[in-house]
């Protein structure tokens, strides 16, 4: 019995070793989410958290040292979730499995509170090792995790980038401060890496040039990260950024990607690590079987959030209409409604707000989510921006350039009146363009209030896509109901281009 004992104590002293000697970690990464959970979301692209989820759980089931982080701005977004102020998000992602997240900007979306509530009902934690309150200085989130998997020790902290002091509402993080996160870092790397075979950290800080703080910055900055798991920027990094010893991944928006980051350990020291990102088609490979459970979760939380769509939360002195003939071809009163919420939100000396972006008829008398929802469906934040005046005319001369065709990049403006000849040839029609009261001054530098969907280029603005951000605000239908509660609809008559010459315009149907 005794030589049985050893005998069996001493194959388990072996396999350990084996175990400790060579070592595959999985970190399956997102970010960016933005409450695209289902794979309907973002006209199809997104691969849906149900399809995500299957497949990092099949890879879980034969290696234990498998891991999903995620990198932040999840909980903000999409009507199903927003609706909820983010709650409807929590169980589904306590089903999905993930195992850690950090705060991206717009998940402070609903208050500093808000998301310290979120935070507690979530079964993993949200690591935030830079976020601390402004009234006593400490903590808000748990700022790092250890986890211990097959001898194999991975330590993770979390950090959120500065900027969301600027790009969330400034009233949302009123209580709340952001310290520098290159000098965290440091303090993480001295604390944790005598601990840790292997150091994430798990960031929204991204990799835009305009940022003060970015995930390459802190990697040149700080000695002994491993792997970063980023986001904010939006980036597909289809094979990571390699800088000195620290792999970057970012898994681009909106799920339309799932990151996996592969790390070989041997006796407790980094062989190699690896980067690729999975679309829909390779996460079926791994699970042609969305999971069962988060997708009858995903039919209660549509259902929860029917209930609250009744809820009135405006009121309209007369209906505008939204007909697609007219507002993207001419100027509209709910156009202008529109723009004028966004620049009084953002405070800015001009706003726009294009025809696509209005999907539906605002009614009369009480307004509900449901309506306004109706009129905003794709979950759109509002930018506020710094602009040109020479990019001002550009961007004006594009949305008359297919005048009279519609187009559903034409612009309602506020803060502002243009006019311009169609019968001259495109990209030269615009004509006086006034700011304040005075004429445009194409060298100096306005501030402009514009959906996210234009800074990305869309309806090929690319114009805007470079612009300097200097503000993120919460999803448009907030902003729009919020105005008509304060403001109402004084002013929005139209007026403010002036089209100066009449042509054909073709006989298009609805």
């Not at 939100?345 to 449901?370: H, M």
């Not at 921006?385 to 065709?405: C, D, N, Q, W």
Request: net charge negative; aromatic share 8%; charged share 25%.
């Amino acid at each position: 019995m005794a030589k049985k004992f050893f005998c069996v104590l001493f194959s388990l002293i072996i396999f350990n070793f084996a175990v400790c000697a060579a070592a595959e970690v999985v970190i399956f990464h997102t970010n960016d989410m933005h409450s695209r959970i289902q794979a309907s979301d973002d006209g199809n692209q997104s691969i849906g958290l149900a399809e995500m989820a299957a497949a990092v759980k099949t890879v879980k089931k034969s290696n234990s040292a498998t891991f999903w982080l995620d990198a932040g701005d999840t909980f903000h977004g999409m009507p199903i979730i927003t609706i909820s102020r983010g709650e409807n998000l929590i169980p589904l992602l306590n089903e999905a499995g993930i195992d850690a997240m950090t705060a991206g900007n717009h998940d402070f979306g609903y208050g500093a509170a808000q998301l310290e509530k979120i935070a507690k009902k979530l079964k993993f934690p949200l690591l935030d090792a830079n976020v601390v309150r402004k009234s006593n200085g400490k903590l808000i989130f748990k700022p790092y995790k250890i986890f211990n998997v097959n001898g194999i020790k991975i330590g993770v902290f979390g950090l959120s980038t500065p900027e969301t002091a600027f790009k969330t509402n400034p009233a949302n993080v009123k209580t709340v401060e952001f310290l520098n996160p290159v000098d965290v870092s440091k303090e993480m790397i001295k604390k944790l890496r005598p601990k840790c075979d292997i150091l994430i950290a798990l960031m929204h800080m991204g990799v835009d040039a305009s940022s003060e703080f970015t995930s390459e910055r802190i990697a040149r900055e700080t000695d002994g990260i491993d792997l970063i798991v980023d986001g904010h920027s939006h980036t597909a990094l289809p094979e990571g950024i390699k800088i000195k010893e620290t792999l970057i991944v970012q898994a681009g928006c909106y799920e339309h990607f799932l990151g996996r980051a592969t790390i070989e350990v041997e006796n407790h020291k980094i062989v190699s690590k690896k980067a690729e990102l999975l679309d829909s088609d390779e996460i079926k490979a791994i699970c042609p079987t969305p999971d069962r459970k988060i997708l009858n979760m995903l039919k209660e939380a549509n259902e929860k959030s029917e209930k609250l769509l009744d809820e009135v939360v405006a009121h309209s002195d007369k209906e505008l209409s939204s007909f697609r003939l007219l507002v993207r071809r001419n100027e509209s009163e709910l156009g202008n409604l529109t723009a004028d919420s966004f620049r009084f939100a953002a405070k800015s000396d001009i706003a726009i707000a294009n025809g696509g972006l209005l999907r539906a008829d605002l009614p009369e008398g009480d307004v509900t989510k449901r309506n306004i929802m109706a009129i905003f469906p794709f979950g759109n934040t509002l930018r506020v921006a710094e602009i040109k005046g020479s990019i001002i005319r550009e961007m004006l001369e594009h949305s008359v350039e297919f005048y009279p065709a519609s187009f559903g990049g034409f612009l309602d403006v506020s803060g502002m009146t243009f006019s311009y000849d169609p019968s001259k040839p495109a990209k030269h029609r615009v004509e006086k363009i006034v700011i304040g009261g005075q004429n445009l001054d194409e060298n100096k530098i306005y501030t402009i209030a514009l959906v996210d969907f234009h800074t990305s280029g869309g309806d090929d603005y690319t114009m805007l896509t470079n612009l300097k951000i200097i503000g993120e605000l919460g999803t448009i239908e907030e902003i729009f109901a919020e105005y008509l509660n304060q403001v109402g609809m004084s002013g929005i008559e139209v007026g403010r281009i002036t089209r100066l010459k009449e042509i054909p315009v073709p006989d298009e149907k609805f």
